[in-house]
C-alpha cells in the first residue's frame, strides 16, 4: 500500500514521493472527521435513547484511542532505528502499537455486532431511521481505515 500513488498515470506530472504521507494524512483526517461529524450529528438530531442507543459512541471512542495509538509510534521506533530509551525500548513501542491495533479491530467488530445485532436483525425497523441507525457503524468505519 505504500505505493498506490506511483502507480498512477499522472505520476510523472507530480512528485508524489514527497507528498505521499502528506496527501495520505489529509485523506485519513478527513475521513476521521468526517465520521465524527456524522455520529455527533445524529447524537443530536436525536437525542432520546429510544431513537438512537447513546452507549454505541462506544466503539467510536475506542477506535480514537486506537488512531491515537497507532499513529503515536513511528516506523523507527518499532524497527528500533531511533528508540533505544525508555521503560521497555524497542519491545514497549512493538507491544503498544499491538494494543492500539487490537483496540482498532476490536472497535470494529463491536461496531458490526452493534448494526446487527441491534438494528437489521430486530423485527420493527422503521425505514426512516435507516441511515441513522447505520451512521455509527460508517463513523466507526472511516475512523477505522485510516
Not at 499513529?71 to 519491545?91: F, I, K, M, P, W
Amino acid at each position: 500500500m505504500s505505493g498506490f500513488l506511483e502507480n498512477m498515470r499522472c505520476s510523472e506530472c507530480v512528485d508524489w514521493g514527497e507528498k505521499r504521507n502528506t496527501i495520505a494524512s489529509i485523506a485519513a483526517g478527513v475521513l476521521f472527521f468526517t465520521g465524527w461529524w456524522i455520529i455527533i450529528d445524529a447524537a443530536v438530531k436525536y437525542p432520546h435513547s429510544d431513537d438512537f442507543n447513546h452507549s454505541y459512541h462506544a466503539c467510536g471512542v475506542i477506535a480514537t484511542v486506537a488512531f491515537l495509538m497507532i499513529n503515536a509510534v513511528s516506523n523507527g521506533q518499532v524497527r528500533g532505528d531511533s528508540y533505544s530509551e525508555g521503560c521497555l525500548g524497542q519491545t514497549g513501542a512493538r507491544i503498544w502499537l499491538f494494543i492500539g491495533f487490537m483496540l482498532a479491530f476490536g472497535s470494529l467488530i463491536a461496531s458490526m455486532w452493534v448494526l446487527f445485532g441491534g438494528y437489521v436483525i430486530q423485527e420493527a425497523w422503521s425505514l426512516s431511521l435507516v441511515a441513522l441507525k447505520i451512521c455509527g457503524n460508517k463513523q466507526q468505519n472511516m475512523s477505522f481505515y485510516f
